[in-house]
Every structure is written in C-alpha cells, then in structure tokens.
C-alpha cells in the first residue's frame, strides 16, 4: 500500500517529500538524545526499562512511516517484476511489496532472537550498557542530522 500511496505523493511532491524527511530526522534524533541521556542516568543495577511488545511494534512503524527512503526504494526496486501484460499492476506492486514486508519480517525476526540472546548477556555489565546507549545515540543523532541535510 505505501507504494500506491504515500511513495506517489512523495514523487509528485517536494513539499511532502521534504516534510516527511525532516519529521523522520527529528524522530531519529529524539530516539539518540533519549538514547544518550537514558545511558547518563541509567541506574547501574542492571536492565533498561522494558518496553512493551505493543510500544516496540509502534516505534517501529512510526520509524518505517517517517522513512522517504523506504517509498522510494519500492519504487525503485518493485516495478521491474510487474509484468503489464497481467493487468492491475497496482495489485501487482502490492503483493510484491507484501512479499517483501514478509521476507523481511522473518529476517528481522531471526535476528531478533539472535539480538535477545546477546542482550541477555550485555546486561549484566553496566558498564557495557551505559557504552552501548552513548554508542546508539550518537549513531542515531549522526544519522538524524544527516537526513535532515540531505539532498532529494
């Protein structure tokens, strides 16, 4: 559905197009400055504050809403799998952005599993934690401050 919907308004508008990217790189720098500050002020007893499944599921996609780059990149990549000859090439571009959404989820899932794992084992040393949220906030700040600079 992005592709038919917000990637066309994104092609045909700069004004859209721009809007969405600054409001992304305020979000990436709000999520290092979180990420920063929390890493300051973390107790050294132990775990970050849980988030729940719920909360993570909607930082995610606010993250992929806020993403020019991901309506651009479906339109870049899907339409040379679209055969016109089949007709309803909107349908067309759906199922294969779905199939793609699918395959990703199940990456992202793997590596989900694999990431609890090593997080088990990087929260037992504060010290690692306290690195590990100057390390991430700094990365999302940098790359906030980027997209908010960037070019078309």
């Given at each position: 559905?992005?592709?038919?919907?917000?990637?066309?308004?994104l092609l045909a508008s700069a004004q859209a197009f721009t809007l969405i990217k600054l409001l992304g790189a305020g979000y990436l720098i709000y999520i290092g400055l979180r990420s920063?500050?929390?890493?300051?002020?973390?107790k050294t007893s132990g775990a970050a504050p849980p988030i729940s499944t719920g909360q993570a599921f909607r930082q995610a996609c606010l993250a992929e809403i806020l993403n020019p780059k991901s309506a651009m990149f479906f339109l870049a990549?899907?339409?040379q799998f679209v055969d016109p000859r089949l007709g309803q090439i909107a349908l067309q571009l759906t199922i294969f952005g779905l199939l793609f959404v699918l395959m990703g989820t199940l990456a992202t899932l793997v590596t989900a599993i694999a990431a609890g794992n090593v997080g088990r084992f990087l929260r037992q040393n504060p010290a690692i934690q306290r690195w590990q949220s100057?390390?991430?906030?700094s990365i999302y700040s940098a790359l906030g401050i980027r997209l908010?600079?960037?070019?078309?």
């Amino acid at each position: 559905m992005a592709v038919v919907g917000i990637s066309a308004i994104l092609l045909a508008s700069a004004q859209a197009f721009t809007l969405i990217k600054l409001l992304g790189a305020g979000y990436l720098i709000y999520i290092g400055l979180r990420s920063l500050f929390e890493g300051r002020f973390r107790k050294t007893s132990g775990a970050a504050p849980p988030i729940s499944t719920g909360q993570a599921f909607r930082q995610a996609c606010l993250a992929e809403i806020l993403n020019p780059k991901s309506a651009m990149f479906f339109l870049a990549f899907l339409p040379q799998f679209v055969d016109p000859r089949l007709g309803q090439i909107a349908l067309q571009l759906t199922i294969f952005g779905l199939l793609f959404v699918l395959m990703g989820t199940l990456a992202t899932l793997v590596t989900a599993i694999a990431a609890g794992n090593v997080g088990r084992f990087l929260r037992q040393n504060p010290a690692i934690q306290r690195w590990q949220s100057r390390v991430v906030g700094s990365i999302y700040s940098a790359l906030g401050i980027r997209l908010a600079f960037q070019e078309r």
